[in-house]
């Protein structure tokens, strides 16, 4: 996608979405107070890191043992529907105005987990990362690491303006409306991989955060 278009496109929709923002902004203080912001190192273009901002949305809660609880146990209904509606994103809007960040890309991954990936982490890396990519609309937390990793190979390679915009729409579709897996194109990714790239390792040994 061309840049000047990213950044209209990105100026309008944080326009346009701010007040929804605000208000899930008093939502996140009422019901986790404090830090209103959750932030970590990701690993940006090349491996380059850089630090993620996000609208918290789990409280720290621990077992027993003094381990966090799963994700759906730290989360309230409201938290959840924010998580969902991705308005915990938004921050994200400065790093895409900043250039850290595209639009469209590979969501940004810890760097201990792209080093994991090894050659597929590295090829995975050429682009700036995105707010939303392939796998988000084709399954994104109903997808094993496995699968949005071939994904996001096959969004490299392929990638453009066209599928960039189509991405976009598709976003507020799966916002909206839930979640669910595309097998067609799980199976094209994992087509393509096979006969364009049979000697890439795709490891995925670690868990991948979203």
Do not use: E, H, K, T
């Given at each position: 996608m061309h840049r000047l278009l990213e950044?209209?496109?990105?100026?309008i929709a944080g326009m346009l979405?701010?007040?929804?923002?605000?208000?899930?902004?008093?939502?996140?203080?009422?019901?986790?107070?404090?830090?209103?912001?959750?932030?970590?190192?990701?690993?940006g273009r090349?491996?380059?890191?850089f630090r993620l901002v996000k609208l918290r949305s789990m409280h720290s809660s621990r077992d027993a043992q003094g381990a966090l609880l799963p994700d759906a146990a730290r989360q309230t209904r409201i938290t959840a529907l924010i998580r969902r509606l991705r308005l915990d994103e938004l921050p994200q809007l400065a790093l895409i105005l900043r250039g850290r960040m595209a639009l469209v890309g590979p969501r940004p991954l810890l760097p201990e987990t792209i080093a994991a990936f090894g050659e597929a982490g590295r090829r995975r890396g050429r682009l700036r990362p995105g707010l939303t990519g392939w796998a988000q609309v084709s399954g994104n937390t109903l997808l094993a690491d496995r699968e949005k990793?071939?994904?996001?190979?096959?969004y490299v390679h392929h990638r453009s303006a066209r599928l960039d915009l189509r991405i976009l729409g598709e976003t507020i579709g799966v916002a909206l409306g839930g979640e669910r897996r595309r097998p067609r194109r799980l199976a094209a990714a994992a087509r393509w991989l096979q006969a364009q790239q049979p000697g890439l390792g795709l490891g995925c040994g670690q868990e991948v955060p979203a």
């Open positions: 950044i209209l496109i990105c100026v979405l701010m007040p929804f923002f605000v208000l899930a902004c008093g939502a996140v203080l009422v019901l986790l107070g404090r830090p209103l912001f959750f932030s970590q190192v990701r690993a090349n491996g380059v890191p990793l071939q994904l996001d190979l096959w």
